[in-house]
């Protein structure tokens, strides 16, 4: 049977598939022969059986070839397209993993060879070694306010003072703490950092007040907070260096979002000693730590405005000389539990007991910094003590604390009180204030826990007198205790990362203008019976 040289050409949108040669017996040729066959076979049948029937094979063998030939050019046909299928296919697979491969490369670059990230309680960045790691995080508190005076009478007035208030109801909602935080290591665990800080409100500085520069700190300004490396040198033993809580109230070393109440005490934001520059040292052992600091002194809010000792360290250049030298100790003694129940003001259900013991001590020396005019040069010297008990125990909690400070104010001052001039010193001689702090809490289900806090504070100032016209600093005290009590509850939605707390407070006797704390919401009043109502809603990440 002759054999054929057939050229076939596929086409389609895609575009020409190459020519390829076989053997074959064309359909044209093979459908003839067969009807000739059959014309044969026909005039066969009637004159010999044996050729009819060798007829019929020959053609059911060529409808056999025929057949065969062409599943064999189906086959071919199928295999051609398949071919160029899985070549465009190839080509668009190595397309694609060129663009994955750049794209890997792009983001290694970025990962600096290996850099970890994520979120393992804290949103972090770290190097495969642990050497360095950075910590991202922030705090957010949106509060409502609203505080009742009895007939408005504030019973203040201050020349150029802000805290005179004669409005009988006042409310609204501010951002008391709006924080961005970072903190870490550099160059290995032991050496730790952090950097803090924190958009004030405009309030925070009063019109006038010295040193001039600290205006700045109003008007939703990012003022810095916290900034220190903490270096771990062994046997249980740290130096920090920077700018840093001072080692005294323990209300005020833990940190604001971890308060069992809404703020903290008005009697530790009076009598805390709040931030300072300088170098600590501190010693940790299993069931005691002791710490001691060396600094630009502390801040100076014991009574509001009426400055005994004029230091206000935050943020002041070195040349600021306030103060001539300041130590601060604290000496803690745990009880029973772990040390990081101690780092919060609540104790969620579930922990164990925890019993905390802590004592400490203060004492500077130096003259405020008001420039040289009205200014007598005599010394502010200042002393402080506090003592606490924290009692932990799963689901409740107990906390007290005295303290007790005492002043020998050579050139005490109004803060304000002169506007854009220096401000006059006076000598009011020997002062002291003392307060006490009781609250308690229990949890009434998993995620509620109700707390009420008394507080009171007893200031003795004699020579406050001495300060005449035109600043009145004698309305600002009229020996009042501070007597207050409050109640609230907090729903931990997520922990003390989201919670929402409510309380309202009772003033006993009238707020005197020392005592004056607006962030808290107290005003200073005439009249006893002032109410405080807060709600605050918290984030922290």
Known sequence: M??????????????????????????PILTPLMLAALGFAG????????????????????????????????????????????????????AIVTDVLADSATRTSLQASGVTGGWDGVFFLQSPDDRFRLEVGGLVQTRFTWGYIQDGESGVNVSGSTIADNEENRSGFDLPSTRIDFRGHAFGAE????????????????????PFGNLGSGSGTLRLLDAYTRHELGNDFAVRVGQFKLPF?????????????????????????????GIEAAWSYDDYRVMAAFSNGATDNVYGILKGAGSDPLNSPWYNDAVNWALTGRVEWKLAGEWRQFNSMTSPPGDGMGILLGLAGHVQEGDPDVGNTGN????????????????????????????YSNMDSGSAYIQGGNNFNAPTTFDIG??????????????????????????????????????????GAGSLWSDNPLSIATLGV??????????????????????????????NGWRAAAEENQVVFRSQLQMRF
Not at 2 to 27: E, K, L, M, Y
Request: proline letters at 4%; charged letters at 25%.
């Open 249 to 277: 109230a323990r209300e005020q070393l833990v940190g604001i979002a971890d308060q069992l109440a809404i703020s903290r005490s008005t009697v530790v934001e009076h009598m805390g000693l709040g931030r300072s520059q």
């Open 191 to 210: 050496n730790q950092f952090r950097v803090q800080a924190e958009y004030s409100n405009s309030s925070e500085a009063l019109v006038g007040q010295n």
């Open 490 to 519: 907090n729903w931990y939605i997520d922990g003390e990362d989201l919670k929402w707390s409510s309380d309202v407070g009772f003033a006993f006797d009238a707020v005197d203008g020392i005592f004056y704390n607006g962030e």
């Open 43 to 94: 005039a066969a049948r009637a004159d010999d059986p044996a050729a009819t029937s060798e007829l019929l094979r020959r053609i059911e063998r060529l409808e056999s070839a025929n057949r065969a030939l062409e599943g064999e050019v189906q086959a071919l046909r199928s295999d051609e397209e398949g071919q160029w299928l899985n070549e465009e296919r190839a080509a668009e697979i190595r």
């Open 430 to 471: 020997e002062s002291d204030m003392w307060g006490a702090v009781v609250q308690g809490s229990f949890y009434a289900a998993p995620k509620w826990e109700l707390f009420a806090r008394y507080e009171y504070a007893q200031a003795s100032i004699d020579g406050i007198n001495q300060i005449t016209a035109p600043t």
């Open 2 to 27: 002759p054999t054929t040289q057939i050229h076939t050409v596929a086409a389609d949108r895609r575009g020409p598939v190459p020519t390829r040669s076989f053997a074959r017996v064309p359909r």
């Open 376 to 403: 007598t040069g005599e010394p502010n010297n200042w002393w402080a003590y506090t003592a606490d008990v924290s009692v932990m125990y799963g689901g409740a909690t107990v906390f007290a604390s005295f303290t």
